[in-house]
């Protein structure tokens, strides 16, 4: 063999043993568990966090989505690419207790969907002969070679767009929401997935929604489907969502739920930027801190509650990434700050670009997913960026790390950093961006170090090891305005600000700070927030 040949050998054996060694360096060990309100790895006690994207897989044609635009494999790369580790892969009912024998080749033949047909044929040829379990449990499969993680979640009963009040599929007792027949589905499905390792969690119920909603249904209905999954699964994590949408726990604080073992429970929730009308007509600050506020005492309690052992999973919330909405826009910025500070679980909705068919409509688009029409790129390229705080660990329960703060910029996504002087402070990637903490009304970085200001508009903020408050330069700070995310000098009236032109931050005159609630100037780029951290 010639020598350039065998040096080539050996750097792709290198190649390949450092790939496996990366690889190997961030796979989980399942199955995962619950401690202290979070999801952790069960042998080791390792924090788990959910970063996650809604894959549908429950509708008409009941296979996940786009697989008549690109091959599974090209999908599932594209996933990893926006730093995702896990999918919340749905599924209906009937696909378990009516066509579990059925192939995705006969339903597509069934709905005169010869063009879908056709895509699939193209790219993934395979999947035609399968039926929908088996076609469910290749995506899975497919996934697990990407160290992703699924979250199988049970969307509806019958296999279509969710969700309306009068849809059929809201609540138990509704015309396609049969108990008997759900939980039959949900004991098969679990059974199904036992070997499916990387199925971590059943989501038990999207959305309950509907006038037939009552307490008693939840608990007798919940606790019997979330003992047939253990006893099918004792693995898998169960996660339950409440009333209106997912958007209500409260009756939790009345009776608990008691179902063991209580170190699989999680609790989930969704929320959306049309829920609140009011973005465009009321001060973004006050709105905000409306819908934080409203988040708290619905299902935000699970977490803050020492009664509540579970954690809570943002399982749905997201925004048109098309249009780009300045309201929603402001939604978006608001949730970060909600996810961020108690680093909280989450998913977007959505992964998919468009639906094989979606509510009479074939191959229709969806404005609210990561991948775009084709499936070929994404509708949001400044995801990684937007969300890099949010893809790492910030808190975890087997840390020995002391606590400290990360000073959060969420309209960018950045971390205020100082420079290599520990002079000028700019926005900047999140990697090592911990070290504030707040003590009295000084700012500091590293103990040592305060944030100050000349107090005069378009001024640079700095950090200086001198904390005193001299003549020219002032260390008093504090967090001000309905939303709590306004950084005010010194009782001056001006707050830390991005520069428009820069990273560097300046002091300038704060944004509706003030009780006119109708103020609607856009105060996002003055939102800061120091997010809690004991990861390195």
């Given at each position: 063999?010639?020598?350039?040949?065998?040096?080539?050998?050996?750097?792709?054996?290198?190649?390949?043993?450092?790939?496996?060694?990366?690889?190997?360096?961030?796979?989980?060990?399942?199955?995962?568990?619950?401690?202290?309100?979070?999801?952790?790895?069960?042998?080791?006690?390792?924090?788990?966090?959910?970063?996650?994207?809604?894959?549908?897989?429950?509708?008409?044609?009941?296979?996940?989505?786009?697989?008549?635009?690109?091959?599974?494999?090209?999908?599932?790369?594209?996933?990893?690419?926006?730093?995702?580790?896990?999918?919340?892969?749905?599924?209906?009912?009937?696909?378990?207790?009516?066509?579990?024998?059925?192939?995705?080749?006969?339903?597509?033949?069934?709905?005169?969907?010869?063009?879908?047909?056709?895509?699939?044929?193209?790219?993934?040829?395979?999947?035609?002969?399968?039926?929908?379990?088996?076609?469910?449990?290749?995506?899975?499969?497919?996934?697990?070679?990407?160290?992703?993680?699924?979250?199988?979640?049970?969307?509806?009963?019958?296999?279509?767009?969710?969700?309306?009040?009068?849809?059929?599929?809201?609540?138990?007792?509704?015309?396609?929401?049969?108990?008997?027949?759900?939980?039959?589905?949900?004991?098969?499905?679990?059974?199904?997935?036992?070997?499916?390792?990387?199925?971590?969690?059943?989501?038990?119920?999207?959305?309950?929604?509907?006038?037939?909603?009552?307490?008693?249904?939840?608990?007798?209905?919940?606790?019997?489907?979330?003992?047939?999954?253990?006893?099918?699964?004792?693995?898998v994590l169960m996660i339950f969502s409440g009333f209106?949408?997912?958007?209500?726990?409260?009756?939790?604080?009345?009776?608990?739920?008691?179902?063991?073992?209580?170190?699989?429970?999680?609790?989930?929730?969704?929320?959306?930027?049309?829920?609140?009308?009011?973005?465009?007509?009321?001060?973004?600050?006050?709105?905000?801190?409306?819908?934080?506020?409203?988040?708290?005492?619905?299902?935000?309690?699970?977490?803050?509650?020492?009664?509540?052992?579970?954690?809570?999973?943002?399982?749905?919330?997201?925004?048109?990434?098309?249009?780009?909405?300045?309201?929603?826009?402001?939604?978006?910025?608001?949730?970060?700050?909600?996810?961020?500070?108690?680093?909280?679980?989450?998913?977007?909705?959505?992964?998919?670009?468009?639906?094989?068919?979606?509510?009479?409509?074939?191959?229709?688009?969806?404005?609210?997913?990561?991948?775009?029409?084709?499936?070929?790129?994404?509708?949001?390229?400044?995801f990684r960026k937007r969300f890099q705080l949010l893809?790492?660990?910030?808190?975890?329960?087997?840390?020995?790390?002391?606590?400290?703060?990360?000073?959060?910029?969420?309209?960018?996504?950045?971390?205020?950093?100082?420079?290599?002087?520990?002079?000028?402070?700019?926005?900047?990637?999140?990697?090592?961006?911990?070290?504030?903490?707040?003590?009295?009304?000084?700012?500091?970085?590293?103990?040592?170090?305060?944030?100050?200001?000349?107090?005069?508009?378009?001024?640079?903020?700095?950090?200086?090891?001198?904390?005193?408050?001299?003549?020219?330069?002032?260390?008093?700070?504090?967090?001000?305005?309905?939303?709590?995310?306004?950084?005010?000098?010194?009782?001056?009236g001006l707050c830390l600000d991005k520069d428009r032109?820069?990273?560097?931050?300046?002091?300038?005159?704060?944004?509706?700070?003030?009780?006119?609630?109708?103020?609607?100037?856009?105060?996002?780029?003055?939102?800061?927030?120091?997010?809690?951290?004991?990861?390195?």
């Amino acid at each position: 063999m010639a020598k350039s040949s065998l040096l080539l050998l050996i750097i792709i054996t290198l190649f390949i043993v450092v790939l496996q060694a990366v690889f190997a360096s961030h796979s989980f060990s399942y199955p995962l568990s619950i401690n202290n309100k979070r999801i952790v790895e069960e042998k080791t006690g390792q924090r788990v966090k959910l970063r996650c994207a809604n894959w549908p897989s429950h509708m008409s044609v009941m296979l996940a989505e786009g697989l008549n635009k690109q091959t599974l494999s090209n999908i599932v790369t594209h996933i990893s690419s926006f730093g995702l580790n896990c999918i919340r892969l749905t599924w209906p009912t009937f696909m378990f207790t009516r066509y579990f024998n059925q192939t995705i080749l006969q339903t597509l033949d069934d709905l005169k969907l010869e063009e879908i047909k056709l895509g699939i044929m193209k790219y993934n040829n395979d999947f035609l002969n399968m039926t929908h379990p088996q076609a469910y449990a290749f995506v899975v499969k497919q996934l697990f070679s990407a160290n992703i993680m699924v979250v199988a979640d049970n969307h509806v009963s019958k296999p279509r767009w969710c969700c309306d009040s009068d849809d059929g599929n809201g609540f138990f007792g509704d015309s396609s929401f049969d108990p008997d027949e759900w939980v039959q589905g949900h004991t098969l499905a679990a059974q199904f997935f036992k070997n499916l390792s990387n199925i971590v969690a059943i989501s038990l119920r999207n959305e309950l929604r509907g006038p037939n909603q009552n307490v008693a249904a939840w608990y007798s209905n919940m606790r019997r489907a979330a003992l047939a999954i253990h006893h099918q699964n004792p693995n898998v994590l169960m996660i339950f969502s409440g009333f209106y949408y997912a958007s209500d726990l409260r009756f939790l604080k009345e009776t608990p739920l008691n179902v063991e073992p209580r170190n699989k429970v999680v609790f989930e929730a969704h929320n959306y930027p049309y829920w609140n009308p009011n973005w465009g007509n009321k001060s973004a600050n006050s709105v905000c801190a409306s819908v934080k506020s409203d988040l708290e005492e619905n299902v935000g309690f699970v977490l803050s509650d020492d009664d509540y052992d579970s954690p809570l999973f943002i399982s749905e919330f997201g925004m048109d990434l098309i249009a780009k909405p300045q309201s929603d826009e402001r939604w978006l910025t608001c949730m970060l700050t909600f996810l961020a500070e108690r680093d909280i679980d989450w998913c977007w909705w959505g992964l998919q670009g468009s639906y094989y068919l979606r509510q009479g409509k074939v191959d229709a688009p969806e404005v609210y997913g990561l991948n775009n029409f084709y499936w070929n790129g994404t509708t949001y390229p400044q995801f990684r960026k937007r969300f890099q705080l949010l893809l790492n660990t910030l808190q975890d329960p087997s840390s020995k790390a002391p606590y400290s703060h990360i000073l959060y910029h969420p309209q960018s996504g950045l971390c205020v950093k100082a420079d290599q002087n520990y002079n000028q402070i700019e926005l900047g990637d999140c990697k090592k961006a911990s070290g504030w903490n707040q003590e009295g009304d000084k700012i500091k970085l590293n103990g040592d170090h305060c944030l100050k200001s000349l107090g005069t508009e378009g001024d640079p903020a700095v950090v200086s090891s001198d904390c005193s408050s001299s003549s020219d330069l002032c260390s008093s700070w504090k967090f001000i305005s309905d939303s709590g995310l306004h950084l005010q000098h010194n009782n001056t009236g001006l707050c830390l600000d991005k520069d428009r032109n820069s990273s560097i931050l300046v002091t300038n005159k704060c944004i509706c700070v003030g009780d006119d609630t109708g103020c609607l100037d856009n105060p996002q780029s003055q939102w800061f927030q120091l997010v809690p951290t004991n990861v390195e």
